[in-house]
């Protein structure tokens, strides 16, 4: 049964750079769709990049991090990444990597398996 852990989260200062880091244990990440979604202090969970399944690798980015957000997978390690680069305090929030056997979605309700959260804090 697929678990998923997030890591790399920290504080940093604007305009500064993280890798969250998403590894998939109990099983394979290639059939699934990864999407890293994010919540911040008193707003709604909102999805900021996906990746899709290792045979097709599409790549789509929310327009407030396009730009600045990469995301990637290395199926190999069993690990889908975002970098984060060119940091702002409104990225400050939880971030949260998901996965689903859909094509690449923003919506909670496709996802069946979710990671538990990693802090990422943008301020000087």
């Known amino acids: 049964q697929l678990q998923l852990v997030e890591s790399g989260g920290g504080l940093v200062q604007p305009g500064g750079s993280l890798r969250l880091s998403c590894v998939g244990t109990?099983?394979?990440?290639?059939?699934?769709?990864i999407t890293w979604f994010r919540q911040a202090p008193g707003k709604e969970r909102e999805g900021a990049s996906c990746?899709?399944?290792?045979?097709?690798?599409?790549?789509y980015y929310k327009d407030s991090v396009k730009g600045r957000f990469t995301i990637s997978r290395d199926d190999a390690k069993n690990t889908v990444y975002l970098q984060m680069n060119r940091l702002r305090p409104e990225d400050t929030a939880v971030y949260y990597c998901?996965?689903?056997?859909?094509?690449?979605?923003?919506?909670?309700?496709?996802?069946?398996?979710w990671g538990q959260g990693t802090q990422v804090t943008v301020s000087s």
């Open positions: 998901a996965a689903t056997q859909r094509w690449c979605s923003y919506a909670d309700t496709d996802f069946h398996v």
């Open positions: 109990g099983s394979t990440l290639a059939p699934y769709a």
């Open positions: 990746i899709s399944n290792a045979k097709d690798g599409s790549m």
